[in-house]
């Protein structure tokens, strides 16, 4: 049944960034938004009046969920001695029923903090479907591409080729399940795999994400070759295709352009990047650009959380640290990051903002907190400038995704938390033995 949601302040995270005060959002019975306004508009069918701000889901442009199992474990070292030392070690005891639990603690921590869809990359990926599908969440999921030993390329390919003819590229309730090729890195794949790779993806219109120039040492040998891997991957005829590169760190001018000529997304990660000292983006100039970036927060054993109201704020931050300019990404332009631009550089028009249209994912934040205390009657600079730098995840109280409501006063309405948590520890015993 088609329903309205009211609330004292909506933000639909249109371009403008715009303050919608008593508005409402309505949606339709399959799920999508029909209209987003004030709530003076006329509506015949049933009204949930809320409290606070409605605003869209968060889109977490770059995740390996699982890894709550690993949180806390390796994290005074630099990326590539992080991984060979502490993490692929530790992933090699994974069953896939950890990856499962894993995957449903972090899904159930991510709508907790309004992030409702997260593009992932880890093993096991039919598990981590079952998980958000539990959980009511979004995700576009890849199982990773790579070459180690033990780990055949070829056939990883061939297994999403599969999955995706099997079971198209979306399914599930409200298109909860996006399926994407993982290739891991152009310094753990051979030229060969990436052609193949965007050629399996471009026949079927896929996503491929691939982590490009996290740490300045991991890419010496492709930069040598090829000059960057951006053009490694232009070779490979990759950057043709729909493609999400996460981190982004060490790009040059050039290699800025070649994403912007081809529409390229970013996945930008500043909380990892930095606890990993990986880099600082530059995003500044990736946005002056024009070329689509969104947050992530990486695993949350290399953040070491998926609050990506952090991952906000520490955009801005780095942003204006590296830059030495304190208007280099405001406020308002950071929650874009991880709303609408999340969106836009996984390649979505149907997610993370409320437009008709677009599917009703939507979070409600109470104003009951201590940030807020001045009210929602300030003028909209300073209630965003609030929300933003003071509020964040804090008060969110109800989520919905395709119209259907799966957190509800802070509690998942589709999974038992208190046993999803038992068994993530269970998984987590098992790993560290």
């Known amino acids: 049944m088609p329903r309205r949601y009211t609330a004292p302040v909506v933000l639909p995270c249109d371009p403008a960034c715009s303050v919608i005060r008593d508005g409402a959002v309505d949606v339709g019975d399959d799920g999508r938004i029909t209209y987003v306004g004030p709530a003076a508009a006329e509506f015949d069918g049933p009204v ?24 806390g474990m390796g994290g005074d070292l630099p990326l590539l001695r992080w991984l060979r030392e502490i993490i692929w070690p530790a992933e090699a005891k994974l069953r896939a029923e950890d990856v499962r639990n894993g995957m449903l603690l972090g899904s159930l921590e991510m709508l907790s903090r309004g992030v409702t869809t997260s593009a992932e990359m880890y093993f096991h990926a039919e598990e981590m479907a079952d998980a958000v599908l539990t959980t009511g969440a979004r995700a576009v999921l890849g199982g990773p591409i790579m070459d180690l030993p033990g780990l055949d390329w070829r056939q990883m390919i061939a297994a999403a080729e599969r999955w995706i003819d099997a079971d ?28 193949l790779t965007a050629e399996a993806a471009a026949a079927r219109g896929a996503l491929v994400q691939i982590h490009v120039a996290e740490a300045a040492n991991e890419d010496e040998q492709q930069r040598a070759e090829f000059g960057s891997v951006p053009k490694l991957l232009e070779q490979a005829g990759m950057l043709d295709g729909r493609v999400l590169a996460a981190h982004a760190i060490h790009l040059s001018d050039e290699d800025i352009a070649l994403f912007a000529a081809h529409g390229v997304g970013v996945a930008h990660c500043p909380g990892s990047n930095g606890k990993l000292a990986s ?20 695993g949350p054993a290399s953040n070491d959380d998926l609050d990506l109201w952090e991952e906000i704020r520490l955009a801005a931050m780095f942003a204006r640290l590296s830059t030495k300019d304190s208007a280099a990404l405001s406020g308002p332009a950071a929650l874009l990051l991880a709303t609408r631009g999340g969106a836009e550089a996984l390649g979505r028009n149907d997610i993370g903002a409320l437009e008709a249209g677009r599917w009703a994912d939507f979070v409600h ?20 400038a609030n929300l933003v730098w003071a509020t964040g995840s804090r008060q969110v109280r109800d989520v919905w995704v395709a119209g259907d409501q799966v957190l509800a006063e802070g509690e998942s309405t589709r999974a038992d938390s208190a046993k999803v948590r038992a068994a993530a520890k269970e998984s987590a015993a098992r790993i560290r033995g």
């Open 168 to 195: 198209g590229l979306r399914f599930g309730p409200g298109e909860r399940i996006e399926l994407s090729f993982a290739a891991h890195s152009a310094y753990m794949l051979p030229p060969e795999a990436l052609r």
């Open 48 to 71: 949930t009046a809320l409290s606070g701000i409605l605003l869209p889901g968060l889109v977490n442009a770059h995740a390996h969920t699982p890894m709550t199992l690993l949180r």
């Open 365 to 384: 934040i109470e104003p009951d907190d201590f940030t807020l205390a001045l009210g929602l009657d300030v003028p909209d600079e300073q209630l965003l």
């Open 279 to 298: 880099g600082i983006a530059r995003l500044t100039d990736l946005r002056a650009a024009s070329v689509p970036v969104g947050l992530g927060t990486d």
